[in-house]
């Protein structure tokens, strides 16, 4: 299988015109990247906002609960159906805005729910500290709330960036381009190397991504609460809950 | 909707069962695996880290990527719906394992002593006072779980396993809403049905979690 | 100065945290609200700086009503100390004491080495202005907690329980440290604490509030202990009151008498002592500890070394209270109380009995004058 998969990947042919590895792979992030940054348009301020009022955390609770049990290709499935026959226009634009639809939904909740568990554990008396030290409601936000929920927002934005990548795969179902393609092109022309190739190239980018990203979180984290220093781990119950919120769905 | 659960009720019966079975035998086999691991990493503190790490790295490969990948591996076919259990028992497992870890480790210190203070050795008082008190947290992450592996197993109607996915792949070929509709309504019972099942379970097993403190 | 007209604070629910409340916190000085848990103690202090708006009355800082100021601006002005500190795990020690600082537009090099000068004024090294909170042990944390206040030099500052989350030996140096940088700073401070010993210690003066937010007295710390105003005061106030009473009472003039000393390192032959018992002293005269003639007969030409003494005694200077003369006596093993002047040589012994004496001179009324004195007794 291995040598198979090599095989594949090592040939040329499948590296160059339109059915080549860096035009999938180009098409897959653009359908992630912009979901994603649809979702955390939406997810992100919404999360930071009630977390900080206290008020309406029965939506984000609602939101999450109800999102989870929903089958994404059932979803993908409904939409497109529901949306393409109305769209009049030639090439992907019909399949593709009832795709990030689906893809927008699925990466608000993780995005929503871990901002908003990250502002609301904040300590109390960190809290109470920053207002009675005269601190605007803004200030408090800006300055202490964001700071010290940046690891649970991070590590929403990470899953919600698996679950978009994850689906992105799956758009290659309904006619949409992506590395998707070799998954379901392979099964119908019964040619598992190209399935298993693409099957990789689809868990290398997610694994990158993923990567880069806890890069990224590395640096913007204060040390002060990455707690390299920490000397005993606490079960954080926020954490706790992100990481569960963090399942894959697709 | 019911018109058309009437007039195909056998094969969709039958694709409900299978996902039942596909969606329940990991969440065993996860658990069964995942709390001696979860204890290992607790036990031997060394461990906890990598643990962590690799159930983080085997979540990020996407469920389709690895439906196919599997066959490769185990050498079954395509269609086999092993592929799909083995699949989502990786992911419960890498779910579990560290809700295990993190519900032992929360159990205080202060019971712990005790416990030994009284005479528990080590396996006594790991099953008769630490995996109790770590019931809940363990029950909620076995819900998250469930509730995602019925979602997942649909992704497998791609690659033609039988299941309720069907009714999406069917719908979409026929650009035919109702089964569609149909398969999210009986994916979210089945969710909601396993969420029930382990809630009323952790339920009878911790019962002094009802005791209402005066 | 702060005063409290009246001020009541009820919740919906029909709980009645503060009742009409009047009250002076005076300039300078230390005022501690003590009580137990649910007298509005810590909601009277919240209050101040309006991290609680009161339901009706007034509370003034000077001549400004603090509900006409902006809450940001006032708080801004009012120093505030919690109980776990709440310093800002992401941000080093010396920006957390740099906060306010910055938040009133300093620039950030001033404000940086005002920082750092602040943690050198509350005792805790220069390195640990790179560290992070988490770094800090509780005690080190509530000192940065108190810096954290002192940084833009408010004239108020509002303690809320500050050391009762520390242990015990941390907690009574802190106090110590506090009572000395106060003394230097001269801030007006309210101090709230469920601690009557730690009120009595730290307060200028006391109030003592009950459940369901009323004052039931305001007083110095000693006439809380001579005088306490009702029976729930006296019960509060607690046991073994009129003797920590005697902690509030000079000493005055005493007359001691001359103790027979021995040299440390000098020999023991021919050492008399009419009781068996000697004193030691070092070279400038400053006592060392007891020595019991008895123990060490043995060798003729033994001398005086630190392993022979007994140290259990308590040394009272001759500025000290009552309280820590009597201390003296009862903890010396010879029975004869130490008395060193200011500069810790020995200046003479009373005895327990002279003591006594001393003290029912003084006092002839009834320290406790409540004889339902409820737990007291």
Same mark, same amino acid.
């Given at each position: 299988?291995?040598?198979?998969?090599?095989?594949?990947?090592?040939?040329?042919?499948?590296?160059?015109?339109?059915?080549?590895?860096?035009?999938?792979?180009?098409?897959?992030?653009?359908?992630?990247? #912009?979901?994603?940054?649809?979702?955390?348009?939406?997810?992100?301020?919404?999360?930071?906002? #009630?977390?900080?009022?206290?008020?309406?955390?029965?939506?984000? !609770?609602?939101?999450?609960?109800?999102?989870?049990?929903?089958?994404?290709?059932?979803?993908?499935?409904?939409?497109?159906?529901?949306?393409?026959?109305?769209?009049?226009?030639?090439?992907?634009?019909?399949?593709?805005?009832?795709? @990030? #639809?689906?893809?927008?939904?699925?990466?608000?909740?993780?995005?929503?729910?871990? /901002?908003?568990?990250?502002?609301?554990?904040?300590?109390?008396?960190?809290?109470?500290?920053?207002?009675?030290?005269?601190?605007?409601?803004?200030?408090?936000?800006?300055?202490?709330?964001?700071?010290?929920?940046?690891?649970?927002?991070?590590?929403?934005?990470?899953?919600?960036?698996?679950?978009?990548?994850?689906?992105?795969?799956?758009?290659?179902?309904?006619?949409?381009?992506?590395?998707?393609?070799?998954?379901?092109?392979?099964?119908?022309?019964?040619?598992?190397?190209?399935?298993?190739?693409?099957?990789?190239?689809?868990?290398?980018?997610?694994?990158?991504?993923?990567?880069?990203?806890?890069?990224?979180?590395?640096?913007?984290?204060?040390?002060?609460?990455?707690?390299?220093?920490?000397?005993?781990?606490?079960?954080?119950?926020?954490?706790?809950?992100?990481?569960?919120?963090?399942?894959?769905?697709? | 909707?019911?018109?058309?659960?009437?007039?195909?009720?056998?094969?969709?019966?039958?694709?409900?069962?299978?996902?039942?079975?596909?969606?329940?035998?990991?969440?065993?086999?996860?658990?069964?695996?995942?709390?001696?691991?979860?204890?290992?990493?607790?036990?031997?503190?060394?461990?906890?880290?990598?643990?962590?790490?690799?159930?983080?790295?085997?979540?990020?490969?996407?469920?389709?990527?690895?439906?196919?990948?599997?066959?490769?591996?185990?050498?079954?076919?395509?269609?086999?719906?092993?592929?799909?259990?083995?699949?989502?028992?990786?992911?419960?497992?890498?779910?579990?394992?560290?809700?295990?870890?993190?519900?032992?480790?929360?159990?205080?210190?202060?019971?712990?002593?005790?416990?030994?203070?009284?005479?528990?050795?080590?396996?006594?008082?790991?099953?008769?006072?630490?995996?109790?008190?770590?019931?809940?947290?363990?029950?909620?992450?076995?819900?998250?779980?469930?509730?995602?592996?019925?979602?997942?197993?649909?992704?497998?109607?791609?690659?033609?396993?039988?299941?309720?996915?069907?009714?999406?792949?069917?719908?979409?070929?026929?650009?035919?809403?109702?089964?569609?509709?149909?398969?999210?309504?009986?994916?979210?019972?089945?969710?909601?049905?396993?969420?029930?099942?382990?809630?009323?379970?952790? &339920?009878?097993?911790?019962?002094?979690?009802?005791?209402?403190?005066? | 100065?702060?005063?409290?007209?009246? !001020?009541? +604070?009820?919740?919906?629910?029909?709980?009645?945290?503060?009742?009409?409340?009047?009250?002076?916190?005076?300039?300078?000085? #230390?005022?501690?609200?003590?009580?137990?848990?649910?007298?509005? +103690?810590?909601?009277?202090?919240?209050?101040?700086?309006?991290?609680?708006?009161?339901?009706?009355?007034?509370?003034?800082?000077?001549?400004?009503?603090?509900?006409?100021?902006?809450?940001?601006?006032?708080?801004?002005?009012?120093?505030?100390?919690?109980?776990?500190?709440?310093?800002?795990?992401?941000?080093?020690?010396?920006?957390?004491?740099? /906060?306010?600082?910055?938040?009133?537009?300093?620039?950030?090099?001033?404000?940086?080495?005002?920082?750092?000068?602040?943690?050198?004024?509350?005792?805790?090294?220069?390195?640990?202005?790179?560290?992070?909170?988490?770094?800090?042990?509780?005690?080190?944390?509530? &000192?940065?907690?108190?810096?954290?206040?002192?940084?833009?030099?408010?004239?108020?500052?509002?303690?809320?329980?500050?050391?009762?989350?520390?242990?015990?030996?941390?907690?009574?140096?802190?106090?110590? @440290?506090?009572?000395?940088?106060?003394? @230097?700073?001269? +801030?007006?401070?309210?101090?709230?604490?469920?601690?009557?010993?730690?009120?009595? +210690?730290?307060?200028?003066?006391?109030?003592?509030?009950?459940?369901?937010?009323?004052?039931?007295?305001?007083?110095?710390?000693?006439?809380?202990?001579?005088?306490?105003?009702?029976?729930?005061?006296?019960?509060?106030?607690?046991?073994?009151?009129?003797?920590?009473?005697?902690?509030?009472?000079?000493?005055?003039?005493?007359?001691?008498?001359?103790?027979?000393?021995?040299?440390?390192?000098?020999?023991?032959?021919?050492? @008399?002592?009419?009781?068996?018992?000697?004193?030691?002293?070092?070279?400038?005269?400053?006592?060392?500890?007891?020595?019991?003639?008895?123990?060490?007969?043995?060798?003729?030409? /033994?001398?005086?070394?630190?392993?022979?003494?007994?140290?259990?005694?308590?040394?009272?200077?001759?500025?000290?209270?009552?309280?820590?003369?009597?201390?003296?006596?009862?903890?010396?093993?010879?029975?004869?109380?130490?008395?060193?002047?200011?500069?810790?040589?020995?200046?003479?012994?009373?005895?327990?009995?002279?003591?006594?004496?001393?003290?029912?001179?003084?006092?002839?009324?009834?320290?406790?004058?409540?004889?339902?004195?409820?737990?007291?007794?």
């Amino acid at each position: 299988m291995i040598a198979e998969i090599w095989n594949w990947l090592s040939d040329s042919a499948h590296w160059h015109g339109p059915d080549g590895v860096p035009i999938h792979l180009r098409e897959h992030l653009q359908y992630s990247l #912009i979901a994603l940054l649809i979702a955390a348009a939406i997810a992100l301020p919404l999360g930071l906002l #009630i977390g900080h009022t206290g008020r309406g955390s029965f939506v984000v !609770v609602a939101i999450a609960n109800s999102f989870r049990a929903l089958p994404t290709v059932g979803l993908l499935t409904f939409f497109v159906i529901l949306i393409a026959p109305h769209i009049h226009s030639t090439g992907t634009a019909t399949y593709l805005i009832p795709s @990030e #639809i689906v893809l927008v939904l699925l990466a608000i909740p993780s995005m929503l729910t871990n /901002t908003y568990a990250g502002i609301s554990a904040v300590d109390p008396a960190v809290r109470d500290a920053a207002r009675g030290m005269g601190m605007r409601g803004s200030q408090t936000l800006w300055q202490v709330e964001l700071p010290n929920a940046l690891p649970l927002i991070f590590s929403g934005i990470r899953s919600s960036f698996l679950q978009v990548i994850a689906t992105a795969t799956i758009t290659a179902y309904v006619s949409l381009g992506g590395l998707g393609r070799y998954l379901i092109d392979g099964l119908a022309q019964q040619d598992y190397p190209q399935m298993a190739s693409g099957a990789v190239l689809v868990a290398v980018l997610a694994l990158l991504i993923d990567v880069l990203l806890a890069a990224v979180q590395r640096y913007a984290v204060s040390r002060g609460i990455t707690g390299r220093y920490s000397r005993k781990r606490i079960v954080d119950p926020a954490e706790q809950q992100a990481m569960i919120a963090a399942a894959p769905l697709t | 909707m019911i018109d058309y659960y009437r007039q195909n009720s056998d094969q969709i019966n039958g694709w409900l069962g299978w996902h039942a079975r596909l969606s329940a035998l990991p969440l065993l086999f996860g658990l069964l695996i995942a709390l001696p691991l979860g204890w290992l990493a607790r036990r031997y503190r060394w461990l906890y880290p990598p643990v962590v790490t690799v159930a983080g790295l085997l979540y990020t490969i996407p469920s389709l990527a690895l439906f196919i990948l599997l066959p490769g591996l185990l050498k079954t076919r395509i269609l086999d719906p092993t592929n799909v259990v083995v699949a989502l028992t990786v992911y419960t497992v890498a779910l579990l394992v560290r809700v295990v870890a993190d519900a032992l480790g929360s159990v205080s210190e202060d019971v712990l002593q005790a416990a030994t203070a009284m005479g528990y050795r080590r396996l006594g008082r790991l099953l008769k006072v630490e995996l109790p008190i770590a019931v809940p947290v363990i029950a909620a992450g076995l819900r998250v779980a469930a509730v995602s592996n019925v979602s997942l197993v649909s992704v497998a109607a791609l690659i033609g396993v039988p299941e309720l996915g069907q009714l999406f792949t069917n719908g979409f070929q026929l650009s035919y809403q109702t089964p569609i509709l149909l398969g999210i309504l009986l994916s979210v019972l089945l969710a909601l049905a396993f969420d029930s099942v382990i809630q009323l379970v952790a &339920r009878v097993l911790t019962p002094w979690r009802r005791a209402v403190p005066r | 100065m702060i005063r409290f007209d009246s !001020v009541s +604070k009820h919740y919906p629910d029909g709980t009645v945290a503060v009742d009409s409340l009047d009250l002076v916190a005076p300039s300078g000085q #230390i005022t501690v609200f003590v009580g137990p848990s649910g007298c509005g +103690k810590t909601t009277s202090l919240r209050m101040i700086n309006r991290m609680i708006e009161p339901t009706s009355g007034s509370i003034w800082l000077d001549d400004q009503d603090t509900s006409r100021i902006a809450t940001h601006e006032l708080r801004r002005q009012i120093g505030y100390v919690i109980q776990h500190a709440g310093l800002f795990p992401h941000r080093t020690i010396v920006d957390n004491i740099a /906060t306010v600082p910055l938040l009133l537009g300093w620039d950030r090099n001033k404000a940086r080495a005002r920082g750092r000068e602040l943690l050198e004024r509350v005792g805790l090294p220069a390195h640990f202005a790179e560290r992070y909170p988490a770094q800090l042990s509780g005690g080190q944390q509530q &000192r940065v907690g108190v810096a954290r206040a002192l940084a833009a030099d408010p004239p108020v500052m509002l303690m809320d329980e500050p050391f009762s989350a520390v242990d015990p030996i941390a907690r009574d140096q802190l106090q110590e @440290e506090f009572l000395r940088l106060q003394n @230097e700073l001269g +801030k007006t401070i309210v101090f709230v604490t469920h601690d009557i010993d730690e009120a009595i +210690k730290l307060g200028d003066q006391v109030a003592v509030l009950r459940v369901g937010g009323r004052l039931a007295q305001l007083a110095t710390p000693a006439q809380l202990l001579s005088e306490p105003a009702d029976a729930f005061v006296a019960a509060f106030v607690g046991r073994d009151r009129g003797y920590r009473a005697l902690g509030f009472t000079p000493v005055g003039e005493l007359a001691t008498h001359d103790e027979p000393t021995i040299a440390m390192g000098s020999a023991l032959t021919g050492a @008399e002592a009419a009781d068996g018992w000697l004193l030691a002293v070092d070279d400038q005269g400053a006592p060392q500890g007891w020595l019991r003639l008895a123990d060490s007969r043995p060798g003729a030409d /033994t001398t005086v070394t630190e392993d022979l003494l007994h140290r259990g005694g308590t040394v009272a200077g001759a500025d000290a209270s009552l309280r820590a003369v009597l201390d003296a006596c009862l903890s010396s093993p010879s029975g004869r109380g130490v008395i060193v002047d200011e500069a810790g040589r020995l200046a003479g012994t009373v005895t327990a009995s002279e003591v006594l004496a001393l003290i029912e001179r003084r006092a002839p009324a009834d320290p406790n004058p409540q004889p339902v004195g409820g737990g007291g007794q």
